[in-house]
């Protein structure tokens, strides 16, 4: 249950509040007076502080604003106040507030306001662990793996928390880079200050300036007030800009002044202003590319690129999957208090071969909705997704094939046995073959044995073709003929 604590003089916003939000996700305190806020806060750790600026008596908001921030820097305050164009709530923003509200309420906003405040409270304070080995369950967030790849990922998060360096995070969508920003934050020695993400591509590029820098009053139409932006409420922490690739080219020069000097100016304003962030940076672009064709600064891809953590790709790391399921599992069972359930070594088996395009976040919500629609406590593999089953598989296979695949198709794995196990395959390809007219038996496993090689060498077409025992240009041609360049996202 998320606590708020309210520090108002009034009782008729104190009643306001416990209608607005006392409920059994959201427990209501409140306080008359500063000092009175200042000793409920070891007693109640509140997840959001909401205080007015002006009180009758004892310390004024900003007072018990300044004593806050010095006992917890990452709890988030929100200040209320009937003068929001005066420099009163400006200084609150200045001082470290998440934001200030004008009385009377917009009760839509408000709520929506508490809403983003008590996620940034989660964002701040979830320690996300590196798992390699799962051994505790204790965590609520983590990056599991034990790979080679993502281990030389854990190393690097440990080399960099230790640092003020800036770090760029690469990796396709999905494959967990605020996690990792988180972790560097949770690590590093900016752990007690404040954490602020932002989706770069989630914001219009006319108001990204603004949202990260601020404003002055009338600096554009609706500039009403003054606008403290991000890096000055992020002073002394840690920012994170996800999808930096899509800054437009006026932003990305005044963010690279940030950097070279620690400085910038508010939209609309001539002043410089001096803060003190740490800038994780994050994207699914190639920026080499947008460099090469004018899109992005070649000086600020220098600026961000100090220390570099490339993430795999899920397909890249498939021995990784049988831990993240395993993972899944247990965060499921614990998050909606239910018995802990299992995976049909068949149905793992189709994950492990599946090339999954959405990465570990497209992995998590097929567990997660297999275990809503399965009817058993074990995953199998008519719980998955539809099409899910057979779309690694050539279309002109039988449905007795889609259902249950010979090992070596469904899997990587090195056989013992090759004559066997090969022979035994074969004879079980010739059942199927004659039980349906339908299945061309050569290039349904051909198709198959070119897209287990790519998996099995991570796209590299040289190594494939030897692994395969043939050219590259017969490689190539395979891969035209059978229509998977698109889904291996080999170029």
């Known amino acids: 249950m998320e606590k708020l604590l309210l520090i108002d003089d009034e009782a008729d916003v104190q009643y306001s509040f416990r209608r607005l939000f006392n409920s059994s996700e ?16 070891p007693k109640v750790k ?54 200030y509200l004008l009385k009377p309420f917009d009760v839509p906003k408000l709520k929506q306001l508490v809403t983003d405040a008590l996620k940034a409270t989660r964002a701040m304070r979830q320690t996300v662990a590196c798992q390699p080995l799962l051994e505790s369950e204790d965590y609520d967030l983590g990056i599991v793996g034990r790979s080679p790849a993502m281990q030389e ?13 800036t770090v760029l995070i690469t990796g396709e969508s999905g494959t967990g880079k605020e996690l990792v920003a988180r972790a560097i934050y949770t690590h590093g020695r900016r752990a007690e200050q404040p954490f602020l993400a932002i989706n770069c591509a ?55 002044r940030v950097l070279q000097n620690g400085a910038f100016e508010r939209v609309g304003g001539n002043q410089p202003v001096k803060v003190d962030v740490r800038v994780i940076a994050a994207t699914n672009k190639p920026l080499e590319e947008a460099m090469a064709a004018k899109s992005f600064r070649e000086d600020l891809f220098y600026r961000l690129n100090v220390i570099r953590i490339e993430l795999p790709a899920l397909r890249q790391r498939r021995e990784d999957i049988r831990l993240l399921v395993d993972y899944f599992l247990r965060k499921f069972a614990r998050s909606q208090a239910r018995p802990l359930s299992s995976i049909d070594p068949e149905t793992l088996a189709l994950l492990e071969s599946h090339h999954w395009p959405g990465n570990v976040r497209e992995l998590e919500n097929v567990i997660q909705r297999s275990l809503v629609v399965g009817k058993s406590a074990t995953i199998m593999p008519a719980d998955l997704p539809a099409g899910f089953v057979t779309e690694r598989i050539s279309p ?29 395959m074969a ?35 040289v190594q494939a073709a030897k692994l ?24």
């Open 26 to 41: 959201i427990e209501i305190h409140s306080a008359s007076s500063g000092e009175e806020g200042l000793r409920l806060l």
């Open 46 to 99: 509140p997840s959001l502080v909401l205080m007015d600026i002006r009180m009758g008596t004892g310390m004024n908001g900003l007072e018990t604003l300044r004593r806050l921030r010095q006992t917890d820097a990452r709890l988030p305050v929100i200040m209320m106040t009937a003068y929001g164009t005066t420099q009163t709530a400006i200084e609150a923003m200045k001082l470290g507030a998440y934001d």
């Open 153 to 165: 990922v854990f190393k690097l998060i440990g080399q960099t928390a230790a640092t003020d360096a």
């Open 202 to 256: 989630a914001i219009p590029e006319n108001l990204l300036e603004s949202e990260l820098f601020g404003h002055e009053k009338g600096a554009f139409t609706g500039a009403t007030s003054q606008r403290i932006g991000k890096f000055e409420q992020c002073n002394g922490g840690t920012l994170f800009l996800d999808e930096i690739g899509d800054m437009s080219p006026p932003t990305q020069t005044k963010f690279l």
């Open 396 to 424: 002109v296979l039988p449905s007795t094939f889609a259902q249950r695949p010979p090992p070596v198709l469904a899997t990587s794995e090195a056989v013992k046995e090759p004559a066997g196990d090969v022979a035994s």
């Open 427 to 461: 004879r079980t390809l010739f059942t199927w073959a004659r039980a349906s007219s339908k299945l061309k038996v050569l290039p349904a496993v051909e198709r198959e044995l070119v897209i287990c090689a790519l998996a099995e060498t991570q796209g590299n077409q």
């Open 468 to 491: 395969l025992g043939i050219t590259r240009a017969t490689l190539r041609k395979r891969i035209e003929k059978f229509g998977i360049q698109r889904e291996l996202s080999i170029h």
